[in-house]
């Protein structure tokens, strides 16, 4: 492969310098075609020629600056050096040469090249080079190097397996899915040992998760592992504005990774070209797309030691004959980092930089629930930006803090904000805070902030003590509840209420109606399900599966969760509004308020009231 590529790369080098070759010979017959003209004769001394004119032998004559060109009378060209004479007529006047005599010679200047002359070279060179330019272009287009005609050629990217650095040790956690592709691993470096047993491997392994959760990492990983060559690509690269483009490619690529098997084809956001077959939205080159990469997996036998590795978020959409046995028959879902794996991809992350020795990375990991592997490294180096800034050595808790919050909110921006809108947003982040406080199911508040980021004035938020995959219907009556907590502040103090809380509400709103209609948490309509048919259902334009009656049960269901939610947010804050004062002025004061420093504002208050 190597070879491959540097014999590619000398050719490359042997068509520039054929270009350039080109370019010169063009330049220089273009010189050459618009010189006035050259005599191009032979050349004589300047003596030969003065006697030559003295004896009448010579038809015509031009004396230049520097050389003289004559005509004989049999019709032969010459020409002659003058030197450097301080006129170009001297030589022939100190050697007894009257010119007044002759009346067939002229005195003239060198020639030289007039304006018209340089613009209409400048011309060619332009047009020269601008059809060089174009032609590199379809060059690229065509992304093997091999001009227009080679679009169907694959652009997937080649790393040689041996030279990938990425092994199992530089992921962190996924422990099932690493487990599940040890024996793919063994049957790349010993195909022999599988197929003398007649073993058939997946030709076919489907990574599926959430952006971010580490599906390239592993796929490289397995390559690193093997040491075979790994061939990358992305399902939006088959996609070509020429029909049958795309089906190309999977051949070439397909045929390359068996020229180079054992080998890896990886196919990242494979649901771009392998969508159900047969929708509308599909165009029809993409449907042979898909066509040929089931084609190309049927073709492989067990002689082929070639593993399509492919990913995606979006399995849901994928067409089923894909993940039918002997095409992807392995799927490995990777989902966000529970608390501990969140830890050791921090920990991971961390090695090359200069942390703080007291960091705690329990308390990052739990503050990071639902980030991805991807965010993680996001924040660590968000982090290090962020010291090297402040021009500190160490990253601290601080940093990693304010860069998570970066992560999830964008950065803090520059607002201009009037004293009442302040208040507005200190009551109603005071509000959230304090409902969850009196709510058993809540999280403990972890930080409380009125700092303007992305299209949030401000933001309360939460250390969970444990990662949840299982919520209670008491959990989402909480939630809503305290996301109730900022409406229902701003309605108590200010007696009106603003559209700070629009994204609550809906949220909200989300929230309840799920647990209507998917989780069957209506005590009045029961567990059903309420939706849209299966099969018209993924372009969301499918008919639903209750009645208009039905309907406004769940609506009332919905409103009444809604409503009894925010009247408990009201009662808490109505009960304990000294304590939401309390909080909200210091909100106005700081700006920012640590989930210690809110509890002990809270429950000093409490004591003191209860004493
Ligand atoms: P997408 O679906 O967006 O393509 P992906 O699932 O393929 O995302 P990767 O590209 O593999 O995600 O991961 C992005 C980065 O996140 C990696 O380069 C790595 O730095 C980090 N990362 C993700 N998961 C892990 C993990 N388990 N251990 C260590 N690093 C991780």
Redesign the pocket.
């Known amino acids: 492969m190597n070879k491959n590529n540097n014999s590619k790369k000398v050719s490359k080098k042997n068509n520039n310098f054929l270009w350039i070759f080109i370019i010169f010979v063009i330049i220089f017959f273009s010189i050459y075609l618009f010189l006035p003209s050259i005599n191009n004769g032979k050349t004589i001394p300047i003596s030969t020629m003065i006697k030559d004119l003295k004896d009448n032998k010579i038809k015509s004559l031009t004396i230049y600056q520097t050389y003289a060109d004559a005509t004989l009378s049999n019709n032969t060209k010459v020409t002659s050096n003058l030197g450097s004479p301080t006129s170009p007529t001297s030589i022939f006047t100190s050697n007894g040469v009257d010119l007044s005599k002759y009346n067939n010679i002229t005195i003239s200047q060198n020639p030289t090249l007039s304006t018209s002359d340089i613009i209409t070279i400048l011309f060619i060179l332009v047009i020269v080079a601008s059809t060089w330019y174009t032609i590199r272009q379809f060059r690229t287009m065509g992304g093997g190097g091999g001009g227009i005609f080679s679009m169907g050629e694959s652009k997937a990217k080649l790393f040689i397996g041996s030279k990938q650095s990425i092994r199992f040790d ?5 422990s099932g899915a690493k487990e599940e592709v040890v024996e793919i691993v063994d049957f790349l470096k010993n195909p022999k040992k599988y197929s003398s047993l007649g073993a058939r491997i997946p030709k076919g392994v489907l ?1 599926v ?12 990983a397995i390559a690193g592992e093997s040491g075979v060559p790994f061939f990358s690509t992305s399902g939006s690269e088959f996609e070509e504005m020429l029909v049958g483009a795309g089906a190309s490619r999977v051949r070439d690529l397909f045929s390359k990774a068996r020229k180079a098997s054992p080998s890896i084809i990886f196919i ?2 494979i649901d771009a070209v392998a969508r159900k077959r047969g929708y509308s939205i599909n165009s029809s080159h993409t449907e042979q797309t898909l066509n040929q990469i089931l084609v190309e997996m049927d073709g492989f036998d067990t002689t082929i030691n070639v593993i399509v590795i492919a ?3 979006r399995p849901d959409v994928l067409d089923s004959a894909l993940l039918r046995p002997g095409r992807f028959d392995r799927t490995i879902v ?1 989902g966000l ?1 529970d608390i501990e ?1 969140r830890k ?2 921090l920990k ?2 961390s090695k090359n930089k200069p942390i703080d020795s007291s960091l705690d990375f329990d308390k990052i990991a739990r503050r990071t629930i639902g980030f ?7 924040v660590l180096n968000e982090a290090a930006i962020l010291t090297a800034k402040r021009n500190k050595t160490v990253i601290t808790e601080d940093e990693i803090e304010e860069a998570a919050t970066k992560v999830v909110m964008g950065p803090a921006r520059d607002s201009v904000r009037t004293d009442q809108e302040k208040r507005i947003v200190s009551y109603h982040e005071a509000g959230h805070a304090l409902v969850s406080k009196f709510l058993p199911e809540s999280d403990p508040v972890h930080r409380i902030s009125i700092v303007p980021r992305g299209l949030s004035g401000g933001a309360t938020m939460y250390l969970p003590t444990q990662d949840n995959n299982l919520y209670t219907k008491t959990k989402f009556k909480t939630m809503i509840t305290h996301m109730f907590g900022g409406r229902a502040a701003e309605k108590i103090v200010f007696d009106d209420i603003t559209n700070g809380a629009s994204d609550d509400i809906k949220k909200a709103s989300q929230m309840a109606r799920k647990m209507v209609t998917e989780f069957g948490m209506s005590d009045t309509i029961g567990p059903i399900e309420f939706g849209v048919e299966e099969d018209s259902s993924y372009y969301g334009n499918g008919e639903k599966n209750y009645s208009e009656k039905t309907s406004a049960i769940i609506d009332q269901e919905v409103s009444t969760i809604l409503n009894d939610a925010y009247n408990k947010a009201l009662k808490i804050l109505k009960d304990n509004k000294k304590i939401l004062d309390a909080i909200a002025s210091k909100l106005i004061q700081d700006e920012v308020i640590e989930g210690d420093e809110f509890n002990k504002i809270v429950d000093s208050m409490l004591n003191g009231s209860e004493a």
Not at 170 to 174: H, K, V
């Open positions: 530089g992921i962190a956690g996924l990574l998760g959430p952006p971010g959760t580490g599906k390239t990492l592993l796929a490289k990242d956001e990913a995606t978020n990777l980092p794996e050791n991809i991971l992350h991805s592997g991807a965010d993680l490294e996001n």
